[in-house]
């Protein structure tokens, strides 16, 4: 009986084969690379950069203009008011839409009343919420006529705190 050489597999190491994992660490990072698409930030940033005229005056903002939203009990629109002005019952979003749009104007770009002014939303607090949306819809802007593109009205939308159901 032939006894094996015992010593002479123990003396040798088990080696690791490092080229191909080198290898196939490069290639990652070649693919990984290659793929790589820099996106653009989503949004729209609104950042003014101060002006270089130090002795200009800034006017004080208008006031906040208040849209109060009335709830029925089972959460449906009641009533709307603009001011102190009452909104039309049997359409009040698009009375809403025509009062701004005729406040607002045409006059858009730095300077305009549209950049500055403010809405605040007081809703009641069981209003459904498709009826502020439909408010934030009618203030915020619409689409031309001609199809183009949207036309911004109202930038600046705040809600009033709201309050705990009587």
């Not at 045409?106 to 459904?128: K, T």
């Amino acid at each position: 009986m032939q006894v094996r050489n015992v010593r002479r597999h123990v003396d040798e190491k088990a080696r690791l084969q490092m080229t191909a994992m080198i290898d196939i660490v490069f290639l990652l990072l070649v693919f990984f690379i290659m793929t790589f698409q820099i996106v653009s930030p989503e949004g729209d940033f609104n950042v003014r950069m101060p002006t270089g005229e130090s002795q200009r005056v800034i006017s004080d903002p208008p006031p906040p203009i208040k849209v109060r939203l009335v709830a029925n009990a089972d959460g449906s629109l009641r009533g709307a008011e603009m001011g102190a002005r009452t909104l039309s019952r049997k359409n009040p979003m698009d009375d809403l839409h025509v009062q701004i749009r005729e406040l607002v104007g045409d006059d858009m770009g730095p300077g305009s009343i549209a950049e500055s002014i403010e809405v605040e939303l007081d809703c009641d607090y069981n209003l459904d919420f498709e009826y502020v949306i439909a408010a934030i819809t009618a203030v915020s802007g619409y689409v031309a006529d001609d199809g183009t593109g949207v036309i911004k009205l109202v930038e600046n939308i705040k809600f009033s705190p709201p309050k705990t159901p009587k």
